[in-house]
């Protein structure tokens, strides 16, 4: 983000405030939607909540509109900080120069009629203008710190061996929940094709997340919709792992060339995850291959010319190895930045929100004396590297969304038992996945070893 983005957010934030001080236009014009499950948010920091079956039934537009949600609202409206959204109050708890997801989202979305339409009563059905959409679980990856909702690979492991009893966290039990395993036979992907042709008109941005999306159906039939029905408004985005097989991200070039080149859409973006590099990456993140990673990115960025986001979930086994994604990124920027055929300052973007759960990835049971070292060091380089105007260079908003973590990471002080708990489930946790996925965790972080042998006394597993 430049300067002007960042000054943005300084004008919007006192006139959101002066409605509520806990207000937030993403409830009310954005939405992420798990039809696999039936549920939604706003936001992903707080916990999806149900959508009722016999809401969509009567109006389709409940996937997002839910009753829970309209409550949610009036509160916001109140000045009450809602439950769900402690993130957000926990980095405007730390000082009014930290900016929040609060701050961000409100900033990107706001207009006066957005505001306007958010002053009305939190009962009225309202049309996001930014939606998030995973058809099914169906994917290729299970990373540790997902959950068999989102990944059909993971459902399956949890499917032959069982939760993992051995943690009090993540567990990762499959029989408390429904999942629908086939987009055709679930009511909640007939209430979004319902809801479509009327939810288009005011629509932003529509991202289409997983699971995996390049392996779902709906996806491809949302393309041959697009193309047959343009959307002239619409900024399209995609989630993807990029970790499919060459000839499904050849599929996609394909369908987003045709679509920008006939105006049939108004941009296109891609997202991908990405927390470390290196084996651990792989590690973390299992199924994926960097090499074949690193080829479809290349294949994207130099036969399509749109942005790419890396979406880089921060957690506890980002820290040890992040500089090096930091200078990946830097190299990328130089490398594909002269592809660019967007009106965006930047080819490679990323983002780094903070893993709050599980327990066992939370930086925070980590020892500070031992990793604060390690944060300290990535962000003098992002900050050494920080130049708004230059597109080879880190963004201002980039450090300060890394400053935040860093800040977060000195200044939180967990109880005992809460440290203990997690370094417990750490091994735990650790030792069951190298166990299911014949991986090693002290030869791809030989830098942890100690810890892992501290947590290791807290608990053993459970012999097998």
């Known amino acids: 983000m430049s300067d002007t983005d960042h000054q943005r957010i300084q004008k919007v934030i006192p006139l959101i405030n002066n409605l509520s001080p806990t207000f937030c236009l993403a409830k009310w014009f954005h939405v992420t939607l798990y039809l696999q499950t039936g549920e939604n948010h706003s936001c992903y920091h707080p916990a999806p909540h149900a959508i009722e079956i016999d809401e969509i039934k009567l109006n389709p537009s409940a996937l ?151 392996m779902h159906t709906s996806t491809w039939r949302l393309f041959d919709d697009l193309k047959n029905n343009p959307a002239p408004r619409l900024e399209l985005n995609v989630n993807s792992n990029l970790g499919v097989k060459t000839a499904l991200v050849d599929k996609l070039i394909t369908n987003v060339n045709h679509l920008i080149e006939n105006d049939n859409i108004r941009a296109f973006k891609l997202f991908t995850s990405i927390d470390t590099w290196g084996p651990r990456a792989e590690y973390i993140r299992t199924g994926l291959d960097l090499e074949l990673w690193e080829s479809n990115l290349d294949r994207y960025l130099t036969q399509v010319g749109y942005p790419i986001s890396f979406m880089i979930t921060f957690n506890i086994l980002s820290v040890t190895t992040f500089k090096k994604l930091l200078q990946q990124i830097l190299k990328w920027r130089k490398k594909y930045n002269k592809f660019n055929k967007s009106s965006q300052h930047q080819m490679v973007r990323f983002d780094t929100p903070y893993l709050k759960e599980p327990l066992q990835y939370d930086i925070n049971i980590l020892p500070k004396e031992q990793y604060m070292p390690y944060m300290y060091d990535c962000l003098s380089f992002i900050e050494k590297n920080t130049d708004d105007h230059d597109p080879f260079k880190f963004s201002l908003v980039e450090f300060e969304r890394f400053r935040r973590i860093v800040k977060y990471m000195e200044s939180s002080n967990y109880s005992q038992s809460k440290i203990i708990e997690g370094r417990h489930d750490f091994y735990n946790w650790f030792s069951e996945l190298d166990y299911r996925r014949n991986t090693d965790f002290i030869a791809t972080f030989p830098e942890m070893k100690q810890f892992f042998k501290e947590c290791k006394s807290l608990g053993q597993i459970n012999s097998k």
């Open 64 to 214: 997002h509109n839910t009753e829970h949600k309209k409550v949610e609202r009036q509160e916001m409206k109140k000045g009450i900080q809602t439950s769900g959204c402690r993130y957000c109050w926990n980095i405007e708890n730390m000082g009014k120069d930290y900016i929040s997801d609060r701050h961000i989202k409100s900033a990107a979305i706001y207009t006066p009629d957005r505001l306007k339409i958010a002053k009305g009563s939190a009962k009225n059905d309202v049309n996001p203008e930014y939606v998030e959409i995973s058809f099914g679980n169906e994917c290729n990856f299970k990373c540790g710190y997902c959950h068999p909702k989102a990944s059909s690979r993971f459902y399956n492991e949890i499917r032959e061996h069982g939760p993992v009893t051995s943690v009090n966290n993540h567990r990762c039990d499959i029989d408390w929940f429904k999942l629908y395993e086939r987009e055709e036979a679930n009511p909640y992907v007939d209430a979004w094709w319902k809801w479509w042709p009327n939810l288009r008109n005011d629509l932003t941005i529509l991202r289409i997340t997983g699971g995996e999306p390049l």
